[in-house]
């Protein structure tokens, strides 16, 4: 079975400092890991994905990622947080089985305070 | 250009009663996914479409649940006898093709009363 990990429930961030929401996953095979982030009242946007290739993903609204296959970990990051990116952000591994099917991990809440 | 939508935004139904939520994808996309997110269960998987494949209802949590996709764009979902345990968001999203990245609409809240 496959599954993803965000360990923290809530990041809380100073306005202009690094942030970064942890996400671990455990498949079997090479996995395609995803990041989506929802606003309040609002269906999921797409920030970035893992496939293949260089192990840091770079995507919308300065957001990236590293894929690290050693520590099974695919962590978001943003150098330097603004307020509007207090959001709820989702961590996603396609299924092996069924290619259509996203596996989503809890969420975690972000919030950064100006 | 346009982006996936749903309708209704809202829906208040009386436990049940039978309710319909629609989905309209992204104007080529041949893939069409059904999710739900609620506070117990976070967010969770229920069907998807591929063009005129047969659909992967593996996530379909009973068989109140059904959905289906009509000419290949508009899909229904159909909850029959809603329970209270259905109220939910419920989140459609649709690819170019099902390997490549989901585009979610805003959802549908549904609350059974």
């Known amino acids: 079975a496959q599954s993803v990990a965000q360990p923290e429930d809530q990041v809380n961030v100073a306005e202009g400092n690094p942030l970064t929401v942890k996400c671990t996953y455990s498949?079997?095979?090479?996995?395609?890991l995803f990041w989506y982030v929802q606003y309040p009242n609002r269906g999921l946007q797409f920030l970035l994905k893992?496939?293949?290739?260089?192990?840091l993903v770079k995507g919308s609204y300065g957001f990236e990622a590293e894929f690290n296959k050693s520590q099974t970990s695919f962590h978001l990051k943003k150098p330097s947080a603004l307020v509007s990116d207090s959001a709820l952000y989702f961590c996603a591994v396609r299924d092996i089985g069924s290619w259509g099917k996203l596996q989503f991990g809890a969420g975690t809440q972000v919030v950064v305070t100006p | 250009g346009a982006g996936v939508s749903q309708s209704p935004s809202n829906k208040v139904t009386e436990k049940g009663k039978d309710v319909e939520l629609r989905c309209d994808p992204i104007?080529?996309?041949?893939?069409l996914y059904w999710y739900r997110q609620s506070l117990g269960q976070g967010l969770e998987f229920l069907i998807y479409f591929q063009g005129n494949s047969a659909p992967d209802k593996s996530g379909l949590p009973s068989d109140r649940f059904s959905a289906e996709r009509t000419g290949g764009s508009v899909s229904t979902l159909t909850i029959q006898r809603t329970q209270q345990e259905d109220s939910a968001v419920y989140l459609c999203?649709?690819?170019?093709?099902?390997?490549?990245?989901?585009?979610f609409g805003p959802g549908t809240r549904l609350l059974v009363l």
């Open positions: 498949v079997s095979g090479n996995p395609y």
């Open positions: 893992y496939i293949t290739g260089d192990n």
């Open positions: 104007s080529g996309h041949t893939a």
């Open positions: 999203a649709s690819s170019p093709r099902v390997s490549e990245t989901q585009y």
